[in-house]
């Protein structure tokens, strides 16, 4: 019998049963295209943009998969599962601490990057965050000489004497301040545009360790595309010579294939390693409604290890601060 002979009062069963499969298949449809894009590391236009949000998306993908099964829409239940599950196995690690973080005997380094939003983020919190933290060296990026002055007269100098400073007006500036003096010092400008201030620290009892304020130039448009993943690809790879430590604003998540290809050169990102991968550093903090991302980093070589991350926002800037407990390798 078909729907068009059966009774009257079974027509509008079969067709909400016609329609509720139909939504199924088509809620599926994005979501596994979602997946591959991110799997095999398709980074074009705004695609780029929107695959910071995977970690949004992953969740999404319970609704059809639990509603599928409700439904007892087993065929589409079984897909909706996979999906699921490959979203999960790629971001849920991220709220896991890894078995392996790396060296945890050597000599602790804290470390902090802050974005200052061109350069207005409230100096204050800053030196606080530092001097309450005891922090080793600090990365700041979009790095102003407004937001130098500011830092100055916080007394951010008398906490770390030393530094290599790049301040520039708008987005470009960076810099190193460190509590330890540095055997070699200088900044770059990548293609994008932007300064990434570099050193080579002089870590008592644990000899010398690279690091450096990254900030690559902002997937915005999408003729900046190819300049964002030029400037990740420029990136110093971990293995050989010294230790690195590489901090700042990545503008890419753990779902960009660039920032996951220079972490396969032997960095863990530190966050990651703790399982506090999932918290946000840049978005609504200044008040736009963008639910929140995470594109400030701290990378760690394989040489050394991660004890712990935090999190705090700046008052005046669109990013939080990132903290890492680091563990150096000893002289």
Same mark, same amino acid.
Request: hydrophobic residues 50%; without cysteine.
């Given at each position: 019998?078909?729907?068009?002979?059966?009774? #009257? =009062? $079974?027509?509008?069963?079969?067709? @909400?049963?016609?329609? /509720?499969?139909?939504? !199924?298949?088509?809620? %599926?449809? #994005? =979501? $596994?295209?979602?997946?591959?894009? @991110?799997?095999?590391? /398709?980074?074009?236009? !705004?695609w780029?943009? %929107?695959?910071?949000?995977?970690?949004?998306?992953?969740?999404?993908?319970?609704?059809?998969?639990?509603?599928?099964?409700?439904?007892?829409?087993?065929?589409?239940?079984?897909?909706?599962?996979?999906?699921?599950?490959?979203?999960?196995?790629?971001?849920?690690?991220?709220?896991?601490?890894?078995?392996?973080?790396?060296?945890?005997?050597?000599?602790?380094?804290?470390?902090?990057?802050?974005?200052?939003?061109?350069?207005?983020?409230d100096?204050?919190?800053?030196?606080?965050?530092?001097?309450?933290?005891?922090?080793?060296?600090?990365?700041?990026?979009?790095?102003?000489?407004?937001?130098?002055?500011?830092?100055?007269?916080?007394?951010?100098?008398?906490?770390?004497?030393?530094?290599?400073?790049?301040?520039?007006?708008?987005?470009?500036?960076?810099g190193?301040?460190?509590?330890?003096?540095?055997?070699?010092?200088?900044?770059?400008?990548?293609?994008?545009?932007?300064?990434?201030?570099?050193?080579?620290?002089?870590?008592?009892?644990?000899g010398?360790?690279?690091?450096?304020?990254?900030h690559?130039?902002?997937?915005?448009?999408?003729?900046?595309?190819?300049?964002?993943a030029?400037?990740?690809?420029?990136?110093?790879?971990?293995?050989?010579?010294?230790?690195?430590?590489?901090?700042?604003?990545?503008?890419?998540?753990?779902?960009?294939?660039?920032?996951r290809?220079?972490?396969?050169?032997?960095?863990?990102?530190?966050a990651?390693?703790?399982?506090?991968?999932?918290?946000?550093?840049?978005?609504?903090?200044?008040?736009?409604?963008?639910?929140?991302?995470?594109?400030?980093?701290?990378?760690?070589?394989?040489r050394?290890?991660?004890?712990?991350?935090?999190?705090?926002?700046?008052?005046?800037?669109?990013?939080?601060?990132?903290?890492?407990?680091?563990?150096?390798?000893?002289?």
């Amino acid at each position: 019998m078909t729907i068009t002979d059966a009774p #009257p =009062a $079974a027509r509008p069963v079969g067709r @909400r049963r016609i329609v /509720w499969t139909v939504l !199924f298949w088509l809620s %599926l449809v #994005p =979501a $596994a295209i979602w997946l591959v894009a @991110r799997t095999f590391g /398709w980074d074009a236009g !705004f695609w780029v943009q %929107l695959l910071a949000f995977t970690p949004y998306v992953a969740i999404g993908t319970l609704i059809p998969a639990l509603g599928a099964l409700i439904a007892r829409r087993w065929i589409a239940a079984a897909v909706a599962v996979l999906i699921a599950v490959g979203f999960a196995t790629a971001t849920v690690p991220r709220v896991l601490a890894d078995g392996d973080k790396g060296p945890s005997t050597g000599v602790e380094l804290r470390v902090m990057t802050s974005n200052m939003l061109f350069g207005g983020a409230d100096a204050g919190e800053i030196v606080a965050l530092v001097r309450d933290n005891r922090i080793d060296v600090l990365a700041v990026q979009e790095f102003t000489e407004r937001g130098q002055q500011a830092l100055k007269a916080a007394g951010l100098e008398q906490l770390l004497p030393f530094n290599q400073l790049a301040p520039e007006w708008g987005a470009s500036g960076s810099g190193l301040y460190s509590r330890y003096d540095f055997a070699e010092q200088a900044s770059r400008r990548n293609d994008g545009g932007f300064q990434q201030a570099h050193a080579v620290v002089q870590v008592p009892g644990a000899g010398t360790v690279y690091v450096e304020s990254v900030h690559p130039l902002a997937p915005a448009s999408r003729d900046m595309v190819p300049g964002w993943a030029a400037d990740l690809g420029d990136l110093v790879p971990a293995a050989g010579g010294l230790p690195k430590i590489l901090m700042g604003d990545f503008n890419a998540t753990l779902d960009h294939r660039p920032l996951r290809d220079l972490i396969d050169t032997g960095y863990r990102d530190a966050a990651d390693a703790v399982g506090k991968g999932w918290i946000g550093t840049w978005g609504p903090y200044d008040g736009d409604p963008i639910p929140p991302v995470t594109i400030d980093h701290v990378l760690a070589d394989d040489r050394i290890g991660v004890k712990d991350v935090q999190v705090h926002s700046v008052k005046d800037s669109d990013h939080r601060a990132v903290i890492a407990w680091l563990v150096v390798p000893a002289a």
